[in-house]
């Protein structure tokens, strides 16, 4: 499996883009704008857009969801207690930011627990609630993609609609931090970092 990491939209989103081998199948984790230059990753990676994974339902991470959708015919995928959120403009910060996401179909929720395949490979589903109600992380081999919950040295926000301080950090403590030290954090914005890191030097920690 190949990573690719692109930083989109006018919020400096972390789009990230998993190539499969064999078969050059492509998931893609929130695509938060800019589908054009999205686009233009797939076809130089020769690769097939299969699934759309949402971390959470703020336009931020949704922006170019349903064109990319549209073009590829590809499955978006969320937590079911993000929904709500998806649906209304005002709290997904959709109206905020100019986003288009009034006809994204949504094709499966997710569940703690679930995985979702990319050619050879897996992600794990983990609930990580705090920064919205069906904020989620996803586990690889060695790689977590944390969306809003955790950034280097850094916490999602929690004074947006369905936010929670007590439940993002529990949700960090319960579920990412216990991952080994070594694992590394794909944040949905700024730089990658590493659980021992945060462990370390995450001063909300």
Known sequence: ??????????????????????????????????PDAIADLLAREQAALRTIILTH????????????????????????????????PEASLAA????????????????HGDRVEIGADSLQVLHTPGHTPGGISLLGDGIVFTGDALFAQGVGRTDLPGGSTDQLLASIRERLLVLPDDTVVYPGHGPQTTIADEKRLNPFL
Do not use: F
Not at 64 to 77: E, F, I, K, N, T
Not at 96 to 106: M, R, S
């Open 1 to 34: 499996m190949t990573l690719h990491a692109l930083v989109v939209g006018p919020l400096q989103t972390n789009a990230y883009l998993l190539v499969g081998d064999p078969g050059r199948d492509a998931l893609l984790v929130d695509p938060g704008g800019d």
């Open 96 to 111: 905020w930011t100019g986003a288009d996401v009034a006809d994204l179909q949504i094709a499966r929720t997710l569940a």
């Open 57 to 88: 339902a703020h336009a931020d991470h949704t922006a170019a969801a349903q064109h990319l959708q549209r073009a590829s015919g590809a499955p978006v995928l969320l937590h079911e207690a993000d929904l709500p959120l998806l649906a209304d």
